[in-house]
């Protein structure tokens, strides 16, 4: 018999940042173990930070959190980055997705995959057709993580002053875990009673 899950995603709220600023932090030290340079400059990590706090501010982060409420990992959703899509791609039938990250501690519980698996039933939900991304152009290994998962990469955008630009996409409504769905659960009374099925609908753009 398969066990219960016991994480579920949330909205991400002011008193989340400390846990989440923690999982940057292990982020970046577990990338260098990796031997990749993504986020080692300092400048691109704190204008990130600042954009992080905005989304939230703004509503278009998301946690998942284990049943005492730990985070286990973390999505935003955002607008268009101009400097890598353009009118030609069409942006507005797509959902950006940006700053996936998962614990350590959390690693096998396939939480990246399943969150994407969201993020894709939640962009087919509003009418959308592409689920994008855009990574660091050097880290391979994340590009291939993608890959698997069923991005296909578009182009690599090279703009100087910045360091990501390797961008893919991958079908709204696309699910590469259909049978272990995460559940979604409100910020206010949350108690991780929420139906599995239920996809939280979040302003476009």
Do not use: C
């Not at 994008?132 to 002053?161: C, M, Q």
């Amino acid at each position: 018999m398969k066990s219960t899950r016991t994480e579920y995603l949330r909205p991400a709220a002011a008193n989340d940042v400390p846990a989440l600023l923690a999982l940057r932090v292990e982020a970046e030290g577990w990338l260098r173990t990796k031997g990749t340079d993504q986020w080692s400059d300092p400048e691109t990590g704190e204008r990130a930070i600042s954009k992080w706090r905005a989304s939230i501010d703004e509503g278009r982060a998301w946690v998942v959190v284990s049943e005492s409420d730990e985070v286990l990992a973390t999505v935003s959703r955002g607008p268009v980055d101009r400097d890598f899509w353009t009118d030609d791609d069409r942006p507005e039938t797509a959902l950006y997705l940006y700053k996936l990250m998962v614990a350590r501690n959390a690693s096998g519980r396939q939480l990246g995959a399943r969150v994407i698996d969201w993020m894709s039933r939640l962009a087919a939900l509003e009418g959308r057709t592409w689920v994008r991304i855009d990574t660091w152009r050097t880290n391979t290994g994340l590009h291939a993580y993608y890959e698997r998962l069923g991005f296909k990469h578009v182009r690599t955008e090279t703009p100087s002053h910045r360091r990501s630009g390797w961008l893919a996409q991958r079908p709204a409504g696309e699910l590469t875990m259909p049978d272990d769905l995460l559940s979604v659960g409100l910020l206010e009374g949350w108690r991780g009673d929420v139906a599995p099925s239920v996809a939280v609908p979040l302003p476009r753009g």
